[in-house]
């Protein structure tokens, strides 16, 4: 059986937690925090969170989880069939790491652990968050998911990262991050309705 290593405030882990949901296989939780120390390097070479174990070894970045996950051919596909779609979910999954997750979190320290951030990183913050957006409103289709008719990993990454974004633009930067992109704030709804997402966030909050 598969082990999934990490803890239920991850994002991370909770992005391949719902994968694994949603695809309807098997794995053992095995509560695990971030850490430098030398067994679980053995295992996550920059000892992050989310760290599957497979019959074979160990698989870290969340990305290529996704990737081994889909290999496997085991439950709902949730990448599409064809190469250019593939590359086109990936493309989404990256501009939300890159442009919406990264920016976000120069301001997790004030956002949501009692810290402070400057005011230049802040204004950096919400230059880069508005392009983000925007680049979001032209690659995403919200037909409804935001690659298309179809639920995929991009709509997984889409959940966790833009909802944690959002938290942190509006408690640091006053800023509604989906103000001018309302199909957004509708696929949030249709996500959050879905059992994965449903059974993620009660682990969260018993956690």
């Known amino acids: ?31 695990t925090k971030p850490t430098q120390e030398g067994d679980y390097l053995a295992k996550s070479p920059m000892g992050k969170v989310p760290c599957l174990e497979t019959s074979e070894g160990f698989i870290s970045e969340t990305d290529v989880i996704f990737d081994y996950l889909e290999d496997l051919g085991q439950g709902q596909a ?12 990936r493309e989404l999954i990256k501009q939300l790491e890159l442009y919406i997750e990264l920016p976000a979190r120069t301001c997790f320290a004030e ?12 204004d950096k913050a919400r230059v880069s968050l508005k392009k983000g957006v925007e680049c979001i409103k032209r690659t995403g289709k919200f037909s409804p ?3 298309g008719d179809t639920f995929t990993y991009a ?8 909802s944690l974004a959002g938290a942190c633009a509006k408690r640091v930067l006053g800023m509604d991050l989906l103000e001018d992109l309302p199909e957004a704030k509708a696929l949030s709804e249709l996500l959050a309705s879905r059992a994965s997402a449903q059974k993620v966030a009660a682990d969260q909050k018993a956690g």
Do not use: H, Q, R
């Open 1 to 31: 059986m598969l082990k999934l290593y990490g803890f239920t405030v991850s994002n991370y882990f909770n992005m391949v937690k719902m994968a694994l949901l949603e695809k309807d296989i098997d794995f053992e939780f095995v509560d």
């Open 78 to 89: 949730l990448m599409p069939a064809s190469a250019y779609e593939k590359a086109k979910v």
């Open 111 to 122: 956002a949501f652990f009692g810290g402070t951030v400057s005011e230049e990183t802040k």
């Open 145 to 147: 998911y935001i690659a």
């Open 155 to 162: 709509d997984i990454m889409f959940m966790y990262s833009v």
